[in-house]
């Protein structure tokens, strides 16, 4: 059996997609106890770090 979401992803509809994977993370999120969702929304607030490069250890 496909998943909702990987049957989204196959189809390219990204909207939908996108709505599996926030309700994933709304049911994740809402077995986590408060302290630990106060810690998730300030990792998520930060803004993203630039991606390693490949190839050479991630070494400049």
């Not at 496909?2 to 599996?20: G, V």
């Not at 630990?36 to 490949?54: F, Q, T, W």
Request: hydrophobic share 40%; glycine share 6%.
């Amino acid at each position: 059996m496909t998943s909702t979401l990987a049957l989204a992803i196959e189809r390219k509809q990204w909207e939908a997609a996108a709505l599996c994977l926030a309700l994933g993370v709304t049911r994740a999120a809402s077995r986590l106890p408060p302290e630990a969702i106060d810690s998730l929304l300030e990792l998520l607030e930060r803004p993203p770090r630039p991606a390693r490069r490949k190839g050479n250890g991630g070494r400049r």
